[in-house]
């Protein structure tokens, strides 16, 4: 197994198969990528600051410049940092000077951004992509200079730093999760085999590459197979059909709401007039995969994981439906609650509803401890919140049946207690977003007059729909799987549900905002009877007497 990226990048060395197709339809091969990649790790040789970590934030969207800093950086040992370009102001300053970048690669919108921010060591040591000097650069860089690069990459070391991924930020700010060059290699050599990679297949990356799951689930694995990538600028529903079909794209990732939104289009009669077979991410809902497989004949694999990589759950064949997958092998992945004790197995009634919720849930926890996950950097106390007793604790709630399949359950601030009883958000959204009207759903805890939690669901609704209480609180009551304490005492209906950069739906706004807002919210009435009413301002002042 080739131990370090900057090795797997050397093998397409003298690649001449296809290795990227951009935006604009122009195509290279990989031997070129390398070339390109091997030119930006000169340059970034002079620039270097040796007596500084080199560090490089790179703040653009997904361009053929983003992947030759990729390939640079792995030549040379340098270190990526992937820059949220939807942060803004002091945010923005400290997402760059926490990780001591001393080199910004972006372009005249990102720099736009940067300006008058406190940049650390990358004060006044930024290149411009679009800027015409930048590509003089690039070509004064003397061939003999280039070699050197490619020559010296076999001394790389599996150990060195190679990205630094901020998480999405969906529970609190981000940290910066450390990634070797070994790490990497492996991931992408374990997700390419996995997913099936080959030689044949061309990735269609429309989520950023600043975070984990496009390089890690699409550009390591192309590379490593040696099949080619094609980066679009941003995610764009509305484009997505004519990219894939342009780019002849075959597999492809998405993250969050992205299922959603290509299922809000329009249909067309080119659905299935491609050659796309799978898509790979995590946070679709099951109603939306199982609408999308149906529409456009590709097969969403759900997947568990995160930039950490302290647990990382795929689905197997025979996974149920609505499951992640089995544990991983070599991974001693459990439930467990708060006395550090298993959980029991998942218990379900003829109807499939989860009867043992409160002892079944607890947090998914990695036994083998944190053999994969490498640290955040300069965040020890975040890193001691991961690892305790040894093990590796996700932050992430879930259960397991007794076939040994691992379910989702919400994250480990998702807990409701509502009439002595605590909940989970989890399973509840499982059920409420089979509500045809919805198109999203995040379900959370309001704080009740009489103690504990009212269940809150903020909902987003499909193009064209609108919310009937009465339909609603019918339904509900057909659901033979909703708990009997499960129904939301409260319905937020937004226009938009707020999501991170990369398309996770995010609830620390909507938790702290309560009951506070602008938006329509519908409630039970007084008797917890009434079909969804609005929940106007007498309502409020009953409530909150």
């Not at 198969?17 to 070129?32: N, P, T, V, Y």
């Not at 429309?206 to 995610?235: R, T, Y």
């Not at 001693?332 to 298993?342: G, S």
Request: glycine share 10%.
């Amino acid at each position: 197994m080739t131990d370090t990226m900057a090795k797997l990048v050397l093998t397409r060395v003298h690649d001449h198969g296809l290795g990227c197709i951009d935006a604009e339809d122009r195509r290279w091969s990989w031997a070129e990528m390398v070339t390109r990649g091997a030119t930006v790790g000169a340059v970034l040789r002079t620039m270097a600051d040796p007596d500084q970590p080199l560090h490089v934030g790179v703040l653009l969207p997904n361009t053929l410049d983003y992947l030759d800093w990729l390939i640079g950086a792995a030549l040379v040992g340098a270190t990526i940092v992937g820059i949220n370009p939807t942060r803004r102001g002091q945010q923005l300053s400290n997402d760059i000077t926490s990780v001591d970048c001393q080199i910004i690669v972006t372009d005249a919108e990102g720099r736009a951004l940067l300006h008058g921010l406190d940049l650390g060591a990358a004060s006044g040591r930024s290149i411009t992509v679009d800027d015409p000097a930048y590509r003089d650069l690039l070509d004064d860089v003397d061939p003999d200079d280039v070699d050197a690069v490619l020559t010296e990459a076999e001394s790389v070391a599996p150990s060195d730093l190679y990205l630094l991924l901020f998480t999405s930020g969906t529970t609190g700010t981000p940290k910066a999760v450390r990634c070797t060059q070994g790490r990497l290699a492996t991931i992408a050599q374990t997700a390419g085999a996995n997913y099936g990679f080959t030689r044949d297949d061309v990735g269609y990356c429309p989520m950023p590459l600043f975070h984990g799951n496009a390089i890690m689930a699409l550009w390591a694995p192309s590379l490593w197979a040696g099949g080619a990538v094609a980066p679009a600028p941003k995610f764009s529903a509305s484009k997505w059909l004519n990219d894939v079909r342009r780019t002849g794209a075959t597999k492809f990732t998405y993250v969050g709401k992205a299922v959603a939104y290509l299922l809000a289009t329009s249909p067309r009669p080119e659905d299935r007039d491609h050659r796309l077979q799978m898509g790979f991410g995590t946070e679709a809902s099951l109603p939306d995969r199982l609408a999308f497989a149906e529409r456009f004949g590709v097969r969403l694999i759900e997947g568990y994981g995160s930039s950490e990589g302290g647990i990382n759950i795929i689905a197997s064949p025979d996974t149920p439906l609505g499951a992640l997958g089995p544990a991983p092998a070599g991974m001693d992945v459990v439930i467990v609650n708060e006395a550090l004790e298993e959980c029991p197995p998942a218990a379900f009634d003829a109807d499939g509803k989860l009867v043992n919720a409160e002892a079944a849930i607890g947090e998914i926890v990695n036994r083998t401890g944190a053999v994969r996950f490498e640290g955040y950097y300069e965040r020890p106390d975040a890193e001691a919140d991961r690892i305790r007793n040894g093990w590796y604790w996700s932050g992430d709630l879930g259960y397991r049946d007794s076939a040994g399949y691992f379910y989702f359950a919400g994250r480990s601030g998702d807990w409701l207690r509502v009439d002595s009883e605590n909940m989970a958000a989890g399973p509840i959204e499982a059920v409420v977003s089979r509500y045809e009207p919805f198109s999203s759903v995040l379900i959370y805890g309001v704080p009740s007059p009489h103690g504990g939690d009212e269940v809150m669901a903020a909902v987003e609704l499909r193009k064209g729909a609108t919310f009937n209480g009465a339909d609603f609180a019918a339904w509900l009551a057909a659901q033979p799987d909703l708990g009997t304490k499960w129904a939301p005492s409260f319905v937020r209906v937004m226009d938009h549900l707020p999501e991170t950069a990369t398309g996770k739906l995010t609830k620390v706004t909507l938790k702290a905002e309560g009951l506070s807002v602008d938006d329509p919210i519908y409630w039970t009435g007084r008797r917890r009877s009434d079909p969804y009413p609005p929940f106007d301002d007498e309502a409020a002042a009953l409530f909150n007497s």
